[in-house]
Nanobody, 115 residues
Framework: QVHLLESGGGSVPSGGPLQLSCAVSGTGTSNFDMAWYRQAPGKQRELVALRGELGGTRYAESVRGRFTISRGSARDTWTLQMDRLKPEDTAVYFC?????????WGQGTSVTVSS
């Protein structure tokens, strides 16, 4: 069973950095697509950053150049480095994995950026 656990959320002033982590277990291999989504209050969940199985990345226009998705230093951990945060980045951030036509979600971690 695939299990995802996010960590690293919190409150940060505008312009500051924050790093989210997602611990991935149960996939059996490293062959999966991994992504971060977010959902702001009253809005739909949206894709923030994606890292494909072959290593290609894609970012939402609103975060390109400020956010970076990558493998973490710990085994089976993925990170989302968020720099120059803005109040509009405030949301619950979710870790997502897609493998063998099945999708898996973490429980989410809250990020609040104060102006």
């Amino acid at each position: 069973q695939v299990h995802l656990l996010e960590s690293g959320g919190g409150s940060v002033p505008s312009g500051g950095p924050l790093q989210l982590s997602c611990a991935v277990s149960g996939t059996g291999t490293s062959n999966f697509d991994m992504a971060w989504y977010r959902q702001a209050p009253g809005k739909q969940r949206e894709l923030v950053a994606l890292r494909g199985e072959l290593g290609g990345t894609r970012y939402a226009e609103s975060v390109r150049g400020r956010f970076t998705i990558s493998r973490g230093s710990a085994r089976d951990t993925w990170t989302l480095q968020m720099d120059r945060l803005k109040p509009e980045d405030t949301a619950v951030y979710f870790c997502f994995v897609s493998q063998f036509r099945s999708d898996y979600w973490g429980q989410g971690t809250s990020v609040t950026v104060s102006s």
